[in-house]
Nanobody, 123 residues
Framework: QVQLVESGGGLVQAGGSLRLSCAASGRTVASYAMGWFRQAPGKEREFVAT????????VYADVVKGRFTISRDNAKTVVYLQMNSLKPEDTAVYYCAAHRAGSYYIPGDYAYWGQGTQVTVSS
């Protein structure tokens, strides 16, 4: 079992930055690739970014590429999402998740989820 707790969300103006954190506990988190997803009101949960177990490989959704950076500290069992140049369309609840198997883009292929943290970007 893995427990995930996100933090760092809030209200920010367009063009601003936030850094989300996902603190993990339980089974060896370093054995999981990790991902960030987001869900806006009335929309499906969408893939944002993923990072490999080692932290060497990362993949981003096109809409955040060049603005967001995913990283991890396996010693501290924390996964981060640095978000720069934020836009109003980035407003959503952001979730971190531990990947089980299969596609990195599909929420159903993740085994464990945090409760989410709200990010609101004002124009």
């Amino acid at each position: 079992q893995v427990q995930l707790v996100e933090s760092g969300g809030g209200l920010v103006q367009a063009g601003g930055s936030l850094r989300l954190s996902c603190a993990a506990s339980g089974r060896t988190v370093a054995s999981y690739a990790m991902g960030w997803f987001r869900q806006a009101p009335g929309k499906e949960r969408e893939f944002v970014a993923t990072i490999s177990r080692s932290g060497i490989s990362t993949v981003y959704a096109d809409v955040v590429k060049g603005r967001f950076t995913i990283s991890r500290d396996n010693a501290k069992t924390v996964v981060y999402l640095q978000m720069n140049s934020l836009k109003p369309e980035d407003t959503a609840v952001y979730y971190c998740a531990a990947h089980r198997a299969g596609s990195y883009y599909i929420p159903g292929d993740y085994a464990y989820w945090g409760q989410g943290t709200q990010v609101t970007v004002s124009s």
